[in-house]
């Protein structure tokens, strides 16, 4: 039972985590930080919006960091949910 109740410790840290890194993304995005708004080429293997400045140019990458903030904040705070709620 104490390596069951490891995972759910570990499920919640990395959930929390993508609620922060959305939350984050969003702020900076308000705040409009240069690497989010012009993101540097080699940050295309953890930052999607890199990718679509590389395939269809700058115009589009507000709109894909913004998907991707709000998409993994919603997306990371469902998971919590459901880890929070299991773990009960």
Same mark, same amino acid.
């Given at each position: 039972?104490?390596?069951?109740?490891?995972?759910?410790?570990?499920?919640?840290?990395?959930?929390? &985590?993508g609620v922060v890194y959305g939350a984050v993304l969003a702020?900076?995005?308000r705040q409009q930080w240069?690497?989010?708004?012009?993101?540097?080429?080699?940050? &295309?293997?953890i930052y999607f919006p890199t990718v679509v400045k590389m395939i269809w140019g700058p115009t589009h990458?507000?709109?894909?960091?913004?998907?991707?903030a709000y998409g993994s904040f919603a997306m990371s705070l469902f998971c919590l949910t459901q880890a929070v709620v299991a773990s009960f």
């Open positions: 039972m104490e390596e069951t109740r490891a995972v759910e410790i570990m499920e919640i840290v990395v959930c929390a &985590s702020y900076g995005l240069r690497w989010m708004i012009d993101p540097p080429e080699w940050t &295309s293997v990458v507000r709109t894909f960091a913004y998907l991707t």
